[in-house]
């Protein structure tokens, strides 16, 4: 693994340079500045280190300079909230406080080489086409998100996934599971616009034998069911008022009471929520309770359209097209040049559902072997 470490100050400097040294996994170069960094860097380099406070240009500046072409881990003796805001939105993948021993800088490197490594492995994945929906690009506003969903998954706050619709919460969601303590427990996923206002309290709590005219027998609720796992309220903003009371009480005695009953039966759960509404706007409206937005929005995420997405679009288009022509037995096709330019010009208003959904048409209406712009029906589509 190659590293970059810039620091203005020579001892410093010198010190970690020796340190590093000791491990043979690593081949370390030093910079005395961002300005020198910047002119032999190269595609060599795996990470860089860098210093936030240096002469000539900062380490945010250098960072924003560097524009996710490689991951960052970023250490300074007066960190402040927001300098590692900032830079977590501009996608560094660690922030250390000086000082620090050489132990603590060595795992925070392990960290990342593995992360590369499982990043890697899944964009090999991705080219064996064995997903339609998983995270294939390397875009900055991408990997801001994950950077921020990698550190809330290692927590139990709750997280609202903000995004538009089809953007892909419930990837994000399961993703934030499987990269938790709670992988091997449940993961639940709930559509609250899918279900009839009327059910939704007894889908989610349960209800004991009797507790209506046609409850023939006890069911379990979702919570009982992610015990332990990762309950997703999808569409939260869609939930009755009469129910988010119940949700709240949940959430804040970490225990549900199923319909008919008098029992309460204690829950470990993790929430994990989304909404493409304004909930702000619903909260005014009085159609969403203000404590409970509070208590799902301990992290906000915003995932982002896959407009600003653009290196995945291609990737998922192709990947669909393959799984396409083995689901409906056709020969192999492939997509024109001019069809691969709309498809990156196109607006995409309905994200990866809407790209999957398309490419599936063209798949199924396209004559021959190649899908050409006319197959993927786009012209008057919102180029």
Same mark, same amino acid.
């Given at each position: 693994?190659?590293?970059?470490?810039?620091?203005?100050?020579?001892?410093?400097?010198?010190?970690?340079?020796?340190?590093?040294? @000791? #491990?043979?996994?690593?081949?370390? $170069? *030093?910079?005395?500045?961002?300005? @020198?960094?910047?002119?032999?860097?190269?595609?060599?380099?795996?990470?860089?280190?860098?210093?936030? =406070?240096?002469?000539?240009?900062?380490?945010?500046?250098?960072?924003?300079?560097?524009?996710?072409? #490689?991951?960052?881990?970023?250490?300074?003796?007066? !960190? *402040?909230?927001?300098? !590692?805001?900032?830079?977590?939105?501009?996608? $560094? %993948?660690?922030?250390?406080?000086?000082?620090?021993?050489?132990?603590?800088?060595?795992?925070?490197?392990?960290?990342?080489?593995?992360? +590369?490594?499982? +990043? %890697?492995?899944?964009?090999?994945?991705?080219?064996?086409?064995?997903?339609?929906?998983?995270?294939?690009?390397?875009?900055?506003?991408?990997?801001?998100?994950?950077?921020?969903?990698?550190?809330?998954?290692?927590?139990?706050?709750?997280?609202?996934?903000?995004? +538009?619709?089809?953007?892909?919460?419930?990837?994000?969601?399961?993703?934030?599971?499987? =990269?938790?303590?709670?992988?091997?427990?449940?993961?639940?996923?709930?559509?609250?616009?899918?279900?009839?206002?009327?059910?939704?309290?007894?889908?989610?709590?349960?209800?004991?034998?009797?507790?209506?005219?046609?409850?023939?027998?006890?069911?379990?609720?979702?919570?009982?069911? !992610?015990?332990?796992?990762?309950?997703?309220?999808?569409?939260?903003?869609?939930?009755?008022?009469?129910?988010?009371?119940?949700?709240?009480?949940?959430?804040?005695?970490?225990?549900?009471?199923?319909?008919?009953?008098?029992?309460?039966?204690?829950?470990?759960?993790?929430? $994990?929520?989304?909404?493409?509404?304004?909930?702000?706007?619903?909260?005014? @409206?009085?159609?969403?309770?203000?404590?409970?937005? #509070?208590?799902?929005?301990?992290?906000?995420?915003?995932?982002?359209?896959?407009?600003?997405?653009?290196?995945?679009?291609?990737?998922?288009?192709?990947?669909?097209?393959? =799984?396409?022509?083995?689901?409906?037995?056709?020969?192999?096709?492939?997509?024109?040049?001019?069809?691969?330019?709309?498809?990156?010009?196109?607006?995409?208003?309905? =994200?990866?559902?809407?790209?999957?959904?398309?490419?599936?048409?063209?798949?199924?209406?396209?004559?021959?072997?190649?899908?050409?712009?006319?197959?993927?029906?786009?012209?008057?589509?919102?180029?």
């Amino acid at each position: 693994m190659k590293i970059a470490i810039v620091e203005d100050d020579i001892n410093m400097r010198k010190s970690l340079e020796i340190s590093m040294g @000791d #491990y043979k996994e690593f081949e370390v $170069v *030093t910079f005395k500045n961002a300005i @020198d960094a910047l002119k032999k860097l190269d595609d060599s380099f795996n990470l860089i280190i860098t210093d936030i =406070n240096m002469p000539k240009m900062d380490g945010i500046e250098f960072v924003k300079e560097l524009n996710g072409k #490689y991951e960052v881990i970023i250490m300074t003796g007066n !960190a *402040t909230l927001q300098k !590692a805001i900032e830079s977590i939105h501009l996608g $560094v %993948k660690d922030f250390l406080l000086k000082p620090f021993d050489i132990d603590t800088l060595v795992n925070a490197i392990k960290r990342e080489d593995k992360i +590369q490594k499982v +990043q %890697k492995t899944a964009i090999k994945s991705a080219k064996t086409k064995k997903s339609t929906t998983g995270f294939l690009g390397r875009s900055k506003a991408l990997q801001s998100a994950l950077n921020i969903a990698d550190k809330a998954s290692k927590t139990d706050a709750s997280i609202l996934l903000l995004g +538009q619709s089809g953007v892909g919460k419930e990837v994000f969601a399961s993703y934030i599971h499987k =990269n938790s303590p709670r992988a091997k427990k449940p993961f639940i996923a709930i559509n609250m616009a899918a279900i009839p206002d009327q059910l939704i309290e007894s889908e989610l709590f349960g209800f004991e034998k009797g507790a209506f005219t046609d409850a023939s027998e006890a069911k379990t609720g979702q919570f009982e069911l !992610a015990n332990g796992g990762t309950l997703f309220l999808d569409e939260i903003g869609e939930m009755p008022v009469s129910v988010q009371a119940k949700l709240l009480r949940a959430l804040q005695e970490k225990e549900v009471r199923r319909l008919g009953s008098s029992k309460t039966i204690k829950i470990d759960i993790r929430v $994990v929520s989304a909404t493409n509404a304004n909930l702000s706007e619903k909260i005014k @409206d009085g159609l969403f309770r203000e404590d409970l937005y #509070y208590r799902l929005n301990t992290i906000p995420l915003n995932i982002p359209p896959l407009k600003e997405r653009k290196d995945e679009i291609l990737q998922i288009a192709e990947i669909s097209l393959e =799984n396409n022509c083995k689901k409906y037995s056709f020969e192999s096709k492939k997509f024109s040049d001019d069809a691969k330019k709309q498809l990156l010009e196109y607006s995409w208003p309905g =994200n990866i559902r809407e790209l999957i959904s398309v490419v599936e048409r063209a798949t199924i209406l396209s004559d021959g072997n190649t899908i050409d712009v006319n197959s993927l029906h786009l012209e008057n589509r919102g180029l």
